[in-house]
């Protein structure tokens, strides 16, 4: 299974994109990883929030393919503790997905017609991080249920 995780606009701080550059470079070791930043939609602070998410909704889609299985990191999602998401994602390798992509939108969150086409949303926190934040936590958390699944120390329990 491979796994693509997109961002909508660069990150913004450097030390985040640090700490991400730590885990991009070691995912994969255990699948095929990718990540990708979809760019910021021009003249953003002109847009009112729903013609925003609409426009950023209107480039997510245009790059899913029909058999993608399309994971939105959103508040709303469901919660997972690490061993419950490590087994989700074993779940899903299993049911035979192809390629799994996980998205985090821009600030405001997605468009409707995005959350329709999603196959599943999920949820880092009950807690409100920054989407530039959450990049960094996504990896980290996708790292871990990775070395948990290889029953690798990483993760105390």
Known sequence: MK????MIGKTAEPYLEAGMAIYEKRLPHYLPFQSEY???VKQ????DT?????KEGESILKKLDKRDFLVLLDENGKSYRSVDFASQIERWSIQG?????????GAYGF???????ANANLSLSPMTFSHQMVRLIFLEQ?????S???GEPYHHE
């Not at 953003?44 to 847009?47: E, Q, R």
């Not at 468009?111 to 086409?117: G, I, L, T």
Request: proline share 2%.
């Open 38 to 40: 979809i760019p910021d």
């Open 50 to 54: 729903d013609l925003l998410k609409n």
């Open 97 to 105: 997905i192809d390629t799994l992509v996980f998205v985090i939108g």
């Open 3 to 6: 796994v693509k995780f997109w």
């Open 111 to 117: 468009s409707e017609e995005v959350y329709a086409r």
């Open 142 to 146: 996708l790292y871990r249920a990775c």
């Open 44 to 47: 953003a602070k002109n847009l």
């Open 148 to 150: 948990i699944n290889k």
